[in-house]
């Protein structure tokens, strides 16, 4: 079983950037995504980036977020530039089969 925690969210103002990281308990090879939930929506996928490198993209975050994963420290990162409020949720990573706990991102106007 593989635990995943994820870190980096937090209160920034629109137009700002985060980085979010997500540790993995061991090597997967599974393509890893990040997804976010806001209150009283469901849950989306934002990014998901395979084991050699190949990235998907949410039309919302096109050009602002960049997903990268380092296989060597078993983790996932999620680069967040040009924060718009309606990026507010919690995002989570998950491998397919396992998922964090997710990490609170607020951006405010």
């Known amino acids: 079983q593989v635990q995943l925690v994820e870190s980096g969210g937090g209160l920034v103002q629109a137009g700002g950037s985060l980085r979010l990281s997500c540790a993995a308990s061991?090597?997967?090879?599974?393509?890893m995504g990040w997804y976010r939930q806001a209150p009283g929506k469901q849950r989306e996928l934002v990014a998901s980036?395979?084991?050699?490198?190949?990235?998907v993209y949410a039309d919302s975050v096109k050009g602002r977020f960049t997903i990268s994963r380092d296989n060597a420290k078993n983790t996932v990162y999620l680069q967040m530039n040009s924060l718009k409020p309606e990026d507010t949720a919690v995002y989570l990573c998950?491998?397919?089969?396992?998922w964090g706990q997710g990490t609170q991102v607020t951006i405010s106007s």
């Open positions: 998950s491998n397919g089969n396992h």
């Open positions: 061991r090597s997967t090879f599974s393509t």
């Open positions: 980036v395979t084991y050699g490198g190949t990235t």
